[in-house]
């Protein structure tokens, strides 16, 4: 059992949860807490932000999801919790997944220049999207 096993916390099962689970499981656009909200506020009609909120909070201290704090006011969320990088748009914050190995001996770096043990780590790239290249061409 390794570190991340041994210290995953039990919840009780949630209806909602699941649900929020699936939908982010469903969904590549990295939503944020109120796009989910919205999406699922047909379903369960006594499901408050707070609720949702609260979940995703689980779910990130079960290690099903990932929070994404990206340059925009709101966080987003993702549930593709293997090893990957973001690319973030300035303009518009569409975030894409970049799965190449950008440095793949980082790990083994760090741990030799450091002595510190390399649990995980996130990168992310700004920079401005195709689509909003395109409107910046066009507005010339």
């Not at 570190?3 to 982010?24: G, I, M, N, P, T």
């Not at 989910?36 to 999801?65: A, C, M, W």
């Not at 593709?80 to 440095?103: A, N």
Request: proline share 3%; net charge positive.
């Amino acid at each position: 059992m390794n570190h991340q096993e041994s210290s995953v916390k039990h919840y009780r099962s949630s209806r909602q949860r699941k649900r929020l689970l699936e939908l982010l499981c469903s969904t590549e656009i990295h939503p944020t807490a109120s796009w989910l909200y919205d999406h699922l506020k047909k379903e369960f009609p006594n499901l408050s932000l707070g609720t949702i909120y609260r979940n995703l909070s689980i779910l990130i201290d079960q290690g099903l999801v990932q929070k994404i704090s990206a340059s925009s006011s709101f966080d987003r969320f993702e549930a593709k919790t293997t090893p990957h990088h973001h690319l973030i748009c300035t303009k518009c914050g569409k975030i894409i997944d970049f799965e190449e190995k950008v440095f793949p001996a980082i790990n083994e770096e760090i741990r030799r220049s450091t002595d510190f043990d390399i649990e995980g780590y996130r990168i992310d790239f700004f920079g401005i999207c195709r689509e909003c290249q395109k409107k910046q061409y066009k507005s010339y």
